[in-house]
């Protein structure tokens, strides 16, 4: 079958796709040092014999793929009816016993807290289903809002990539409907406009509807392929993240908040947003922050401070980035704002002691994702607050990698991003601006 037929045959040509180098009879995925998931052949750890792979049969209405460590994906291809009460898919198949399968639909499978948070969802194909009340001629995709998704990095990492992701594996150019579990009236208005560009049809909402749904077929569950990460290999489309900057832009460069003044040609200066952590949040903040604004308006940029929390309108956050030269933040959630800044523009991110690898994992793959000029500021142990309490000698600050080799247990990682500030040094500082500097007056020239 081919790509343009079902949506279980595009699912089985992803997977084939992507498995021309394993075993005949064995695989799984593994994460690597740089985070990325790989595909490795490997033998059963009880008998040290490789199990045998299991084919989905095309005749199955109701198929769920649960090999990959970060996902669960299942497919109903067939007319399907949606109960929202009871968070149930129903299809019919009268000659076969009845077939229950139940998913999570949310793209972090290996972490047990958060997915034991998430609501889970039940397919069922036998002798009868609900009736039909609304009918739709599109297919469904339908993925869990909750989890960590208040999080701006998470709502993105955890949501609209993988959506971005599953759409151009499963439907590319075609029609959908979205569905949603765990939907939140906060969540549809901060990101109402990124769903209309996803979908032109209004989003099902599994805790406000009350009618039943059908569809010629459904997806449940994302896509994902690492953190802030799309691969265009194991897309049929080749989609990349500069596409799903694209898709940004469509979705806020219509906005009819103006971006903020420049100065007159003659004046002009690049532009530096310094993202910042809000007053309500007590870590990773710039704690002699007036004077490296003062130090980078000495360098020579126009600088805007920018403070967003949960309620800062996207609109607002892209037409201030878009219009802007280079970004600079300390590691957190705030910097997935990258994603608005323009190709070709710098982003430097600060990176306090102890978050080399998720600063480089989250944001820095942002950055060369969408071809940004890109800087990291690792600050040294004296500019890290913790130097107060553990003392410059202690492990904790002098290698943070040999405490984090056996992973980031919570009471570790809280060390790090939950009681870290940072005092940068001015004149190291200055000389990391400069540099960037440089590369944001080249990008400023090449907009006249």
Not at 61 to 81: E, M
Not at 154 to 166: C, K, Q, R, S, V
Request: hydrophobic share 35%; proline share 6%; with cysteine.
């Amino acid at each position: 079958m081919s790509l343009s037929m079902s949506s279980i045959s595009r699912i089985n040509n992803i997977i084939a796709a992507t498995s021309s180098s394993w075993s005949s009879s064995t695989y799984m995925f593994k994460k690597n040092q740089e985070t990325r998931v790989e595909i490795t052949t490997v033998t059963s750890q009880q008998n040290l014999q490789p199990p045998p792979r299991v084919e989905v049969p095309l005749t199955r209405v109701i198929s769920c793929n649960r090999s990959y460590i970060r996902y669960d994906l299942c497919t109903i291809d067939g007319p399907t009816v949606l109960d929202p009460a009871s968070s149930t898919f129903f299809t019919v198949d009268p000659t076969s016993a009845v077939h229950v399968e139940k998913i999570k639909p949310y793209p972090r499978k290996y972490e047990d807290y958060i997915m034991g948070q998430i609501k889970e969802l039940t397919l069922v194909s036998g002798p009868s289903s609900p009736k039909c009340r609304i009918r739709h001629e599109a297919p469904a995709i339908v993925f869990s809002a909750g989890g960590y998704t208040g999080n701006l990095f998470h709502a993105f990492n955890d949501g609209f990539i993988p959506l971005f992701i599953t759409i151009n594996s499963i439907y590319p150019d075609r029609d959908f409907i979205i569905v949603v579990s765990e939907y939140h009236d906060w969540w549809k208005s901060k990101y109402v406009e990124l769903l209309k560009v996803l979908s032109k049809h209004p989003i099902i909402s599994l805790e406000k509807d009350n009618a039943t749904h059908c569809f010629p077929s459904a997806t449940l569950g994302l896509i994902s392929h690492g953190f802030m990460t799309i691969d265009k290999t194991l897309i049929p489309t080749s989609k990349t993240l500069l596409h799903f900057r694209d898709l940004l832009e469509k979705a806020y460069s219509q906005s009819s908040i103006p971006s903020p003044p420049l100065r007159p040609k003659p004046e002009r200066r690049p532009r530096l947003v310094l993202t910042c952590r809000g007053n309500d949040v007590s870590s990773r903040r710039i704690l002699n922050q007036d004077e490296v604004i003062r130090v980078m308006k000495e360098v020579g940029f126009d600088v805007i401070v920018f403070e967003p929390n949960r309620y800062t309108s996207l609109d607002k956050a892209y037409a201030l980035l878009n219009s802007s030269h280079m970004m600079v933040g300390v590691h957190g959630a705030a910097l997935t704002h990258a994603l608005f800044l323009r190709p070709g523009s710098v982003f430097m991110q600060v990176v306090p002691i102890g978050t080399e690898w998720a600063a480089d994992a989250f944001y820095g793959r942002i950055a060369k994702g969408i071809n940004l000029k890109y800087l990291e500021y690792k600050i040294r142990v004296e500019e890290s607050s913790l130097i107060e309490k553990y003392g410059k000698d202690n492990v904790l600050l002098k290698d943070p990698s040999a405490v984090q080799k056996k992973g980031w247990p919570t009471e570790i990682m809280d060390i790090y991003l939950k009681k870290q500030n940072v005092k940068l040094d001015l004149a190291r500082f200055r000389i990391s601006l400069e540099k960037a500097y440089l590369m944001a007056k080249k990008f400023m020239h090449k907009e006249r």
